[in-house]
């Protein structure tokens, strides 16, 4: 930030930035695994989850569905140790079986929702931007109206009139994300569209989905993938943020925050084993994203590259 | 300046009335109808429901209903619905809570700010040093903590284990309570703030990095003006403009994180009344703290705007142009 660009360099890049083919973003991403300690420690944070969560099920099996089985024949709120590593819950499940089970939402909503979010956002960003004048007034106003409603309120409103299940979560917090991206997008549009080559593809009879599809949106690649990324870590964040004030996904599944909110109301009995793995994971998870998606932005984003 | 304050408080008007738009028609959007969400599954027989519509204007043209709701909420007090699970007005059950989330929502503003602006300028002077890394890093690691995780935390530890701080903050509370009787508000402001230092101080860094690269600051120092100087009287003042409009644009952030502080530490606010509303299916009431959460958030953001256009001369001196 601090530095200023040389005004020499700034001549001699090609007017329309740099264009690169997936081929070359691939090994770019590559490259950054590579260089970034940061990158590699989040991938592997990332990759050990989702093998913990989907894998680990199948080699470790307990009961996380059947509420009176767990009732009748466990022990409730038991401390670590014996046949259940981090002990068990209130219900009486084991808590490393419940971990699987709860990150399995966590994970699928995370990844689901950030997956819809980026596309909506992407798609509508990109119509405004290409679009621009009235229609881009009218879409942009749209976006600015719901962003400036308090995330997590518009969450608790769409989730209490829709009710709660695993789709319609993806769908809610996907319908609180898609704003950010679609401003984004819309942003490098309006530069794309400017843009030469742009200008050549419609000279020579382009169509204005071929623009938009095949020039538009594989040019703003950077931008997207590193939204996207972010976002599964915000993702995350807020079905765990609904599930521990109790909106989360409904008995006897379970995610992450809910584990936690379920922990909390024991704090005073001091159960450590009933809070702490799930906040843990929640933790964990996020922040290796986040190092990914830092990552991502220095190898991607053009504007920053040039530093 | 005038025009600037016109167009920016016509463009706070028009989100008012699209998010009242949005507002009325999730309500209309309830799977089965609102009169069934608000008679139950038992009552709902056709008779009832039709009885309902007819009762609450549910049968007219929408545009009729959103007009009439429009002309309930410019009244005072305004109309913000009926609550069937509390069987009284949204508007009364709102009531003492709105001024109760906005004092911790401004109280952790103002310490984030009392906070942020001189931990950045700190790594400002510092850049690059032991320090810098260490307070960056741990910017980032309260950036990636979710509030209701550091609240639980700070519970278990200052209020538990230690028992420095109360669980939660005394119920009938206000601003005048946060400055007669602050124990009890110690953690909450603490979680609430500690998300804003952490990106407040990022950005008050980079502003003052900026600030510090500018020709103005060369000037200054080319003319002899000593190191402080230069800091506080040229750059600071520069760097704390942007400061403004961040409060601005943060602030449905912060009032979000209002919503995991007061159920954290059951604080009867806005943020707590929604929790415990949609835990009761009570659809009315959460669209109504919905709606008023959001009206205030705009005219806090109208506000940090305004005072952004008084600090800044390019604003107060020149037509609006910015």
């Given at each position: 930030m601090t530095q200023r660009e040389d005004p020499l360099e700034m001549v001699v890049l090609p007017e329309g930035g740099e264009a690169f083919s997936a081929g070359s973003m691939t090994r770019q991403i590559l490259r950054v695994f590579v260089?970034?300690?940061?990158?590699?420690?989040?991938?592997?944070?990332?990759?050990?989850?989702?093998?913990?969560?989907?894998?680990?099920?199948?080699?470790?099996?307990?009961?996380?569905?059947?509420?009176?089985?767990?009732?009748?024949?466990?022990?409730?709120?038991?401390?670590?140790?014996?046949?259940?590593p981090l002990g068990t819950d209130d219900n009486g499940f084991d808590i490393v079986g419940r971990l699987m089970f709860g990150g399995q939402a966590s994970l699928i909503v995370g990844f689901a929702s950030a997956f819809v979010a980026t596309v909506v956002g992407v798609a509508y960003g990109a119509l405004s931007?290409?679009?621009?004048?009235?229609?881009?007034?009218?879409?942009?106003?749209?976006?600015?109206?719901?962003?400036?409603i308090p995330s997590l309120f518009l969450l608790i409103a769409l989730v209490t009139i829709f009710r709660q299940s695993e789709p319609l979560f993806i769908l809610v917090i996907a319908y609180i994300s898609w704003l950010v991206p679609a401003r984004l997008i819309r942003g490098e549009t309006l530069s794309l569209r400017e843009r030469e080559y742009v200008q050549a593809v419609r000279i020579m009879g382009g169509s204005r989905r071929r623009i938009i599809a095949r020039h538009i949106v594989p040019n703003s690649i950077g931008t997207i993938v590193v939204f996207a990324t972010f976002q599964v870590a915000d993702s995350i964040l807020l079905l765990a943020a609904l599930g521990f004030v109790g909106l989360g996904i409904p008995a006897p599944g379970t995610d992450w925050g809910t584990m936690l909110s379920n922990g909390v109301s024991y704090a005073l009995s001091g159960y450590w084993w009933e809070i702490y793995p799930a906040g843990l994971s929640i933790i964990l998870v996020v922040i290796a994203f986040n190092f990914v998606g830092d990552a991502l932005r220095d190898a991607l984003e053009v504007r920053l590259r040039q530093r | 300046m005038i025009g600037f304050l016109i167009r920016r408080t016509i463009q706070a008007v028009i989100v008012i009335i699209g998010v009242t738009a949005i507002v009325f028609l999730l309500g209309r959007l309830i799977p089965g109808g609102e009169a069934r969400a608000a008679l139950g599954p038992q009552h709902a027989t056709p008779f009832n429901i039709a009885h309902f519509n007819r009762l609450n204007g549910l049968d007219l043209p929408l545009w009729d209903q959103f007009y009439r709701y429009l002309r309930g909420l410019v009244h005072w007090p305004p109309n913000l619905g009926y609550s069937f699970r509390n069987n009284q007005g949204v508007t009364s059950v709102i009531g003492a809570r709105l001024p109760r989330t906005l004092s911790l929502v401004g109280a952790s503003t103002l310490l984030a700010l009392i906070v942020a602006v001189p931990l950045g300028i700190l790594q400002v002077v510092r850049r690059n040093s032991l320090l810098d890394y260490t307070l960056t890093a741990a910017s980032f690691i309260f950036y990636a903590m979710p509030s209701f995780l550091l609240g639980t935390l700070l519970i278990l530890w200052f209020a538990l284990d230690i028992k420095i701080f109360p669980v939660s903050p005394p119920g009938q509370s206000t601003f005048v309570t946060i400055l007669t009787d602050p124990r009890?508000?110690?953690?909450?402001?603490?979680?609430?703030?500690?998300?804003?230092?952490?990106?407040?101080?990022?950005?008050?860094?980079?502003?003052?990095?900026?600030?510090?690269?500018?020709?103005?600051?060369?000037?200054?120092?080319?003319?002899?003006?000593?190191?402080?100087?230069?800091?506080?009287?040229?750059?600071?003042?520069?760097?704390?403009?942007?400061?403004?409009?961040?409060?601005?644009?943060?602030?449905?952030?912060?009032?979000?994180?209002?919503?995991?502080?007061?159920?954290?530490?059951?604080?009867?606010?806005?943020?707590?009344?929604?929790?415990?509303?949609?835990?009761?299916?009570?659809?009315?009431?959460?669209?109504?703290?919905?709606?008023?959460?959001?009206?205030?958030?705009?005219?806090?953001?109208?506000?940090?705007d305004l005072l952004y256009a008084m600090a800044d001369p390019r604003i107060r001196f020149g037509g609006g142009s910015s």
């Open positions: 260089e970034n300690k940061l990158a590699v420690v989040g991938a592997v944070i990332v990759v050990f989850f989702v093998l913990f969560c989907f894998v680990g099920p199948l080699l470790y099996h307990t009961n996380q569905t059947n509420t009176q089985d767990a009732l009748l024949n466990s022990v409730q709120n038991a401390p670590p140790g014996g046949s259940n931007g290409f679009f621009g004048g009235w229609l881009d007034a009218l879409l942009m106003r749209f976006v600015d109206i719901n962003l400036s | 009890g508000f110690v953690l909450p402001v603490l979680t609430l703030s500690a998300i804003t230092i952490a990106s407040f101080s990022r950005y008050m860094r980079s502003s003052m990095m900026d600030a510090m690269a500018q020709d103005y600051v060369r000037t200054a120092t080319a003319k002899g003006a000593g190191g402080m100087r230069v800091l506080y009287g040229h750059a600071l003042r520069n760097a704390l403009i942007p400061i403004l409009t961040l409060i601005g644009l943060s602030l449905p952030a912060i009032v979000s994180g209002a919503l995991i502080t007061e159920t954290v530490f059951n604080y009867p606010g806005m943020g707590l009344l929604t929790v415990n509303s949609a835990l009761g299916d009570d659809i009315p009431t959460v669209l109504g703290t919905t709606l008023v959460i959001t009206v205030a958030t705009v005219l806090g953001s109208l506000l940090a």
